[in-house]
């Protein structure tokens, strides 16, 4: 792949507790401040879009991984969680936790299974967004594997 360039826009019309509309990729959405930091709450916000860019990074990077390894995949899922702070009176990302739920068939080896195992700690090193954040925002996995 190439080098390509991601492009954003987003129009705010005015002070701190305005509501924007951000346009990116095929996404628009209206964005604000949540509520938990006395903002209007309108839309989403970027903490928000952080855990989402994340979530789904590791989440189609852990599947296209687990295609390549041809694994007798089932179902794939993912529920994550980012726990923000205020550290030394700055509010700070602090942490993101991953809860990859994967299903191999009835068919899967003991093989198979350890395979996934390592598989789904790699694809958190492959991860795109999980690289960019790397020494900033510690990543946790907790994965559901039956």
Known sequence: ?????????????????????????????????????????????????LLGAAGGCYLMTLAAMIERAELPLQEIGLKSEGIVDIINGVITYKKIIHRPTVILTDEATEKERKKLQRIIVQADKHCMVSRAVEGNITIELEPYIR
């Open 1 to 49: 792949m190439a080098e390509h360039s991601i492009h954003l826009n987003i129009d705010w019309p005015g002070g701190r507790n305005s509501v924007g509309e951000m346009n990116v990729g095929q996404m628009t959405t209206k964005v604000s401040i949540p509520k938990k930091m006395d903002g209007p709450e309108v839309g989403t916000n970027p903490s928000d879009m």
